[in-house]
């Protein structure tokens, strides 16, 4: 009869520490796809800035005053 109490208990204790790590997965998970999603905003605005002009101009041309 102790076997089984034991067996019982620790059968318990394994689906209810399962059950936890289900549950610890799934949280883990939507996290993930929170951080893709934002991943690939800021990727999306990195290329819409690469399409633009560019704010500063090369150096190349300040060296034609360097005379000056």
């Known amino acids: 009869m102790k076997v ?3 067996l019982f208990v620790v059968a318990a204790l394994s689906l209810s520490s399962l059950a936890m790590a289900e549950g610890g997965a799934e949280r883990t998970l939507a996290r993930v796809e929170q951080v893709q999603q934002a991943s690939s905003q800021v990727e999306q605005v ?3 800035q690469k399409n ?3 704010v500063a101009k090369s150096k190349a041309k ?3 005053h360097a005379s000056c």
């Open 62 to 64: 300040m060296t034609d």
């Open 46 to 48: 990195a290329q819409a």
């Open 4 to 6: 089984m109490k034991t």
């Open 52 to 54: 633009q002009a560019p």
